[in-house]
């Protein structure tokens, strides 16, 4: 397993950080019963920060003010592919108001992306950072950026990965345009033997689009310096991430940076690691000798902050006449943007079915636009998008029902390493998601309904990586009042973390959800957690929050054998109250124990044991999604998603619930609309704006019925979670081009699946 | 020693806190060596936090802005006595921008001091709280309370505490005047044998003022409700004992109390518990449902947070002809004000001096004023200005030097207990301290210098509690790249516990103290630590920084081990790297070794541990004063002032020396001319303002001349630290008494030592 997360974190972390990921805490795990047998973990509970949401109390990064804040904007390239002659912002300065500018002239030259810098004269996409302005308020600085001179040297321009990897293209970086110079490559069994072996082969080429993140929070931060000690205030899904490459991009000890995040309203990825506008605001904070404030808005957000990058895949799939794969192979081209990131989405079709021949060779590419990063299940969902509709199209050519296809070819055992898994229960998702969205009455021949409207039923597999990991750590600190505080270094990013830590404490120390405070996201006085991403957070920390409260268990155990002078048998505990009968009837609460024991606060310290050795940890899961398709316009109307999952312990079905309509309401932009269109002839974003980049709203939103097959996975962890966050969207858009395909008897290969391109096929 | 600290915690702490004093943890200590061997430790390093300060910076509870804040004031009780008859609120309500008003008709009834309310219609005192206001600002919240019509039932009232003992003297409670309604008695041996067994007894009686706290920093709290979430900024010196205070006022777990402090200016015992004004605020805030900051003025400081009680004290000493004290008797009056306090003075005289036949009687008395509370070595300074007269005096009855008659009484063992001390080093104090004051040149007899101008050098000793104890934690988290952070529930205020506990956390690590951030005063984020009172922090919290740090090199040594796979012996480790020569050389700095132990962050917990049983723990000292008493004027100028201290470990010589810089100042305020002034006529204070309450200035510094005698105290603790801040204000007004009687001949009995005083001595 350590080599599975190993190439897992690929999509998360910079290489730096993989190490980390070595397994050395102990494994010491003590499996929880099912939910039935539980009285707090697995209910509904309503988020115990509801009201914050809702009153509008909660504290975002943008809500911190501070006594002389200034704010700050930033000067960004209009041009594709430019390199700065001059800049003068002598005309800028003067105006009033107007605190401090950088520019690449007079900041530091601090490496970012690897071989470029925070402010390099060489500018490679349409939005890539100028200057930074402070200013005593944002109108003013950004009258301040209009102000600023640039002189720009045009340079040629690519907007397209496969234009890109030709020879002549204009080249973004000095080791031309291919990342790391190489395809990723990868090779089990023999690719011409299981394509000889085969009775049908198929190839087929699919392509996906770049997606924005767009949450709804804005990126920014709050800076503070206090002499060479600096406070950030940020919208971060990593605190102690952001910590790390701030201190490194400033030079200063870790111990001198503070980072705190306490709600966010979403990330999906972007957030995963910090932002040059940090960075920028420190530095102009440190010259001005005030807080700044930078807050990006949702232009910038569009054009500099991340993407899901596009992919261009071209599978081959083939299978013996009774239904059996023999050879998967892909070869995708994704484009990185800018600058290095991983584009890869090879995983679907390395790890989904029990295929022995596979191979992959991937490539990353530099084009003049901005850089890719981590996106709600990065790869699985392009990857998806292209194997599930090629198994779709095997199963039809050897007239097998494409459920039947793929428990045909199900993967009993992890088919890169060949280990078991810790727990699989994706034929129970099958069936249960089948049966529920009547399987049985979808079209026998696809588009073979009379009418202009068609309704098809489709469905796609997912698998994720699940379980987490550590290090991850949790302090428990029990008041004298019986109510207790919980301190992990996680973050909630708005998918419930606060509820759900505070239901693994209430479990254990049987006191209500209500006396249990939670606190996350502060570098300076939180214990280690790892970035919010992956899927890990639930994961990775509900098992350090039961090992503290079980300590802490522990320890008032032999608090109250020592008060009563009795074994441990002879002693009850039951909501916060230890209590004997014989010899006489004495009572004793736990802050009263607390008491005795001398103590004020009682403390203990959590950590997430190891993963097992020798398994594979994996959620697996699928949707089935119905569709009506309008053949006059050419619109699809998604009428029902049915989910089911396999995801390990299911610890609140509400915020689980939430996870899965999220992501199949983000999978449905992703699939039917969502699409950054840059400009071929100006290189430019068309669409860096809400109005014109259409992201779901409830309208969208179809009927959604949700099954959770997995009660726990007991021999992953204390607590058994898998995660639940990036396989909600996984299988959405794969779902629903099967089930357009259903409908209609053609298969859209492209993303998103827009009027167009369907009034296109069906003239075909 | 348990008996010793449960009597000691007397003048800190509520009864319901002193069973937690408890000695609990385990004994497991390693004393360090002398200061001489240690690289850190011992060392003058400037404060850490130096910069914040100075530059402006730094984070007050004032300086905290939350979006729709709004700004409270109170309305104060203009009589000394009263009873409201009726309020009427409704012209106040209409003022623009007044958001809310609570009195006792509209508040909840909260206990506060004991049997009284939050708000109530009984009113005891010039400044007890009528009513309390919220607006948008703090000029229209004033302008509401002079909006608001009370009507008062006048009550007659006493100011003097001798009066109020008198029959018929107005009551102010049930109970009586008499505080717990009986004097507090102590006893050992036979008093009647002891004056029997003498050869002289005096009989003398003393008398010492009101002293007003007045910290720099005034009183105040900004407080924030998300939901039923309290957070308060607060100026306090214990941020735990106000949580537990707040939540039981509001009926709140204490998890959902989060009190923060970072920086103070000051309290000396005026902050050591929960004010009035934050729980008001609190009402408010919850009340108009927006953050409320409420920040007393100078005024309200004078007359409403806690005073030194004054003191009238009969004392009898009885002594052999050869010098030897057989008896000690006290008979003390302290004036409580208008509510339960703390007012005894008789440590000093049952813990300075081997006496075997000690009586002492102690009246606390309600009289119609402010609230007495702890103020910097409660108790000790009045019983101190009247013992070490009596010492003096009773010495030349028996013509003896007084330093000779203090070394022949010193005590041995500890007089109530009769256990050894952990280490007592007064002698060498004493004797230090004479030769540097130069005490043989003092008047052989006093008041024999011819001239206007009087010369004169009196000496007085000092005790007091020391060492501190548990429970105290401290969190240590150690970063990948090095740096360090500590995390404890303890305070600075302004004393320089951050810059101390980074040095302890240095001088094991052996790593620079910059690259170690202490974080301190947030109940939800830190262990526990005790408040900031009774010279216990340093004491208290620096062994648990140490044993935290010891833990974590222990951990980094089994790591070092491991990866060099080698015995500790054949490892060296100095600057934060480990290295080895054999059988090749190699190095790993601590947070390579981190990485390699597959944490991001390493985190240790560090405890202090019990105190040694069967010791006495104290400190001690003494001060010699040189004054220079004009006695046309009647004005004395102190010329010197030198301190000689056995406080055990020395941590850093420059916050001692500021710590003894400002103690021996407050000492020479309270010796000179503070003094609150009631008006026998109305009951009300004459001077609750700095140009009438004068505190003492730089210009009224004499030269001032520190010694440590001691190096550390090894039986006590991890680090051997006594502490030092009560004692340094101790033994400054006695020996400035002392001093003007060995210039002029004329003993002044009364405090504060004014012109008008010293010039009626004269001509008596």
Redesign the interface.
């Known amino acids: 397993m350590a080599e599975n997360k190993i190439i897992k974190s690929k999509f998360f972390f910079e290489e730096e950080e993989i190490?980390?990921?070595?397994?050395?805490?102990e494994r010491k795990y003590r499996p929880w019963p099912n939910n039935d047998k539980l009285k707090v973990v697995g209910k509904g509970i309503t988020r115990l920060d509801g009201?914050?949401k809702v009153?509008g109390?909660?504290t975002y990064a943008f809500?911190v003010?501070?006594?002389r804040m200034t704010f700050a904007k930033t000067l960004r390239c209009p041009h594709p592919h430019a390199r700065i002659k001059s800049i003068d912002t002598s005309k800028a300065e003067k105006i009033k108001g107007v605190l401090g500018i950088i520019t690449y002239l007079n900041a530091p030259k601090i490496k970012w992306y690897g071989n470029s810098f925070l402010f390099d004269p060489h500018l490679r996409y349409e939005g890539d950072e100028v200057a930074c302005v402070a200013a005593v308020s944002e109108a003013i600085a950004e009258q301040a950026l209009k102000a600023i001179k640039v002189e720009y040297e045009l340079l040629p321009f690519v907007v397209d990965a496969r234009k890109a990897l030709k020879k002549d293209a204009p080249k973004l970086h000095k080791e031309g345009n291919v990342v790391r110079g190489k395809p990723s490559k990868y090779n089990r069994g023999d690719l011409q033997n299981g394509l000889k072996e085969a009775d049908v082969v198929i190839e087929q080429t699919f392509n996906t689009q770049v997606e924005i993140h767009n949450p709804t929070e804005p990126h920014g931060s709050v800076v503070?310096?206090?002499?060479?000690?600096l406070t950030i205030w940020d919208s971060t899904q990593g605190v102690?991430r952001v910590r790390?490459q701030v201190?490194a991009a400033l030079g200063l000890?870790?111990?001198?940076v503070?980072v705190i995040k306490k709600y966010m309203g979403g990330g999906f990825g972007s957030k995963l690691e910090a932002g040059k506008y940090t960075v920028m605001a420190a530095l102009l904070a440190k010259t001005i000798g005030r807080p700044v404030r930078i807050a990006l808005d949702r232009r910038e957000m569009n054009l500099a902050v991340g993407n899901r990058p596009d992919s261009f895949q071209t599978l081959k799939g083939a299978v013996t006449k009774d239904g059996r794969l023999t050879a998967l192979y892909l070869k995708s081209i994704g484009s990185a943007g800018a600058y290095p990131a991983g584009t890869g989405c090879a995983w679907p079709l390395r790890s989904m079915y029990d295929c022995p021949n596979v191979s992959v060779e991937e490539y990353g590419v530099y084009i003049n636009a901005g850089r890719a990063r981590a996106f709600r299940a990065p790869g699985h969902v392009q990857g998806f998008f292209a194997l599930e509709q090629l198994i779709d199209m095997l199963a039809e050519k050897v007239n097998m029902d494409p459920l039947e296809f793929r428990l045909q070819n199900y993967a009993h055992e992890e088919p890169n390493w060949h280990i078991p898994y810790t727990s699989k229960l994706l034929k129970q998702a099958y069936l249960v998601g089948a049966k529920s969205i009547g399987w049985e009455q979808r079209n026998k021949v696809a588009g073979s309904q009379s009418g202009p409207i068609k309704t098809g039923i489709g469905m796609s597999s997912q698998i994720w990586w699940g379980g987490g990991g550590?290090?991850a750590?949790a302090?428990l600190?029990l008041?004298?009042?019986?109510?207790?505080?919980i301190?992990a270094?996680s973050q909630d990013l708005g998918t419930g973390t606060y509820t759900i830590l505070a239901q693994v404490a209430s479990e254990v120390l049987d006191i209500p959800v209500?006396?249990?405070?939670v606190?996350l996201g502060?570098t300076?006085?939180?214990?280690?957690c790892?970035s919010s991403g992956g899927s890990t957070t639930a994961a990775s920390v509900t098992p350090a929050v039961r090992d503290a409260a079980e300590q802490m268990m522990d320890k008032l155990y032999s608090a109250a054998m020592a008060q009563f002078d009795l074994p441990k048998n002879k002693i009850k505990y039951a909501k916060g109250k230890f209590s004997t009968v014989e010899p006489k009837p004495r009572v004793l609460t736990i802050g009263q124990l607390a008491?005795k024991?001398?103590?004020?606060?009682l403390?203990t310290?959590g950590r997430r044991e190891a993963n097992p050795k020798g398994y594979a940890i994996n959620s697996f899961g699928a949707q089935f999604a119905e569709v009506a398709v309008d053949t006059n316009t050419g619109k699809i109307k998604v009428q029902k998603i049915v989910a089911a999952y396999d995801i390990g312990r299911v610890l609140n079905r509400l915020t689980i619930d939430n996870q899965i309509h999220g992501g199949i309401i983000q999978g449905l932009g992703f699939a039917l609309f969502e699409d950054r269109i840059l400009d071929r002839n100006t290189g430019k974003m068309l669409n860096a704006n809400f109005h014109d980049y259409k992201v779901p709203t409830i309208k969208d939103t179809p009927e959604i019925e949700i099954h959770i097959v997995s009660e726990t996975d007991n021999r992953l962890s204390n607590t058994g979670v898998k995660g639940v966050g990036e396989p909600a969207m996984i299988p959405t858009p794969a779902a629903v081009a099967n089930a357009v395909y259903n409908a209609i008897g053609k298969r859209i290969t492209s993303l998103p699946l827009t009027p167009d391109k369907i009034l296109m096929a069906l003239q075909s």
Chains 1, 2 share one sequence.
Do not use: C
């Not at 503070?224 to 000690?229: A, E, K, L, M, S």
């Not at 000890?253 to 001198?256: D, G, I, L, T, V």
């Open positions: 190490e980390q990921l070595a397994e050395v805490s009201y914050d009153s109390s909660a809500d003010i501070l006594p503070n310096w206090n002499g060479d000690h102690f790390s201190a000890p870790e111990s001198n503070r550590p290090p750590y302090n600190k008041n004298r009042d019986g109510s207790v505080q301190i270094g209500e006396k249990i405070e606190i502060d300076d006085t939180a214990p280690y790892g008491r024991m001398g103590e004020r606060v403390e310290v």
